[in-house]
């Protein structure tokens, strides 16, 4: 199946580089997919969609800081970014990540991370001299870590090693930044610590190095308004690691090999899903990462199993046959994606290039930040 079937033609203007102060105002592109008839909404509308003892399943995975500036002994800047976080912390902590530097970071290297400061400018050069060559009385490094670097696999990608509690929590509490996606083109701010994290995002369910976007649109007033219908809310955890916005770059796209995640379902969540699919109520599923947790979950008979940290290398594409997913929320993804693959299988390539072309038409904003879909009566 050729790659290019999966391309589109966009504007870049039309990536959104903020979010929207008030997060279900973004525009939402309702989609009757068996009528295949469009209206053009307010994501605060979903309501109108979500009935009496629906479930709305959202990924409540939470966003952990994974972008750390750093520095070597010998001055260089080191980028650090953590391609992935284990479901439990827990010391000495082993973490895969890339690093990008100037020269190639030896393995037994260690980098030297400065707090409250996310230019890398904190450490001058003095300093650095004297890190690098201590003299019999070593000066006092307060104020800074060190990640110690253990094994190089290539290609910029590291395992490296976190030795105590004390060192994390300076790290990501003080010196990390949120992961916004490269195609935003700016650094991250103040106001993507709250808006690049769903509302009901919670560490105990795991940690995700992407926000699972759909979700960005919620709002604690809209939760309230879903649940005084009667529909109902259940969380899933699929810890969303950076594979998920590698772009596929096999010719023939069945040959490419996507990443493995790590998901949980609780017994409540498939027992609330379960009874709502033998009555015949909506399950409502918010995001991809969602449906690959749920899609991962249910056996063959279309029955969800609760499920501990598992992992899932689930690679959905044209052909693939849904168990759950029948009503979706969803952003708009990049072109070549396994998201935007992922959303072909689900609706067809035709409807697929329909419904973006619609949106593109009448400047929908797109990806992590941008506006939404929802697609039902799949």
């Known amino acids: 199946m050729e790659l290019d079937l999966f391309d589109y033609k966009f504007d870049g203007k039309l990536i959104a580089k903020y979010p929207l102060k008030n997060r279900d105002k973004a525009r939402l592109l309702a989609v009757d997919v068996k009528n295949f008839k469009m209206e053009h909404r307010k994501f605060y509308d979903i309501t109108d969609y979500i009935d009496k003892n629906d479930i ?21 800047k080191v980028e650090i970014f953590i391609t992935e976080f284990p479901s439990k912390i827990s010391f000495p902590l082993r973490l895969n990540a890339i690093l990008k530097s100037h020269k190639t970071v030896k393995e037994g290297e260690e980098i030297l991370i400065t707090g409250g400061n996310q230019n890398n400018e904190g450490l001058g050069d003095k300093a650095f001299m004297q890190l690098s060559n201590p003299r019999p009385n070593p000066i006092k490094t307060d104020g800074y870590s060190k990640i110690t670097v ?58 995700s190095v992407a926000a699972p976007t759909a979700g960005l649109h919620f709002t604690g007033n809209l939760i309230n308004k879903i649940t005084g219908r ?20 096999e010719k023939d796209i069945i040959n490419h090999n996507i990443h493995q995640e790590s998901y949980t379902i609780s017994e409540k969540t498939a027992s609330l899903i379960n009874k709502a699919l033998r009555s015949g109520n909506k399950i409502v599923i918010t995001g991809t990462s969602s449906v690959r947790c749920l899609e991962s979950g249910a056996d063959n008979n279309g029955i969800l199993i609760p499920a501990a940290e598992k992992l899932t290398s689930l690679y959905i594409y044209p052909g693939y046959k849904f168990k759950i997913t029948k009503n979706l929320i969803t952003n708009f993804h990049q072109p070549k994606s396994s998201l935007f693959i992922m959303i072909c299988a689900l609706i067809g390539i035709d409807r697929t290039k329909a419904v973006y072309e619609e949106a593109i038409k009448n400047g929908y904003s797109l990806f992590s930040y941008g506006d939404a879909m929802y697609l039902y009566n799949i």
């Open 230 to 249: 009667g529909g109902i809310l259940a969380d899933v955890s699929l810890n969303i690691g950076l594979g998920t916005f590698m772009p596929v770059r």
């Open 56 to 76: 709305v399943v959202v990924n409540n995975s939470f966003v952990k800081k994974a972008r750390i500036p750093g520095r070597r002994l010998t001055g260089g």
């Open 150 to 207: 253990l094994k190089n696999y290539g290609n910029g990608n590291y395992d490296i090693l976190i030795n105590n509690r004390q060192d994390s929590e300076f790290i990501f509490d003080k010196c990390a930044q949120i992961p916004l996606p490269p195609y935003i083109k700016r650094n991250a701010e103040e106001i993507d610590e709250t808006y690049y994290q769903t509302i009901y995002a919670d560490d105990s369910g795991g940690f």
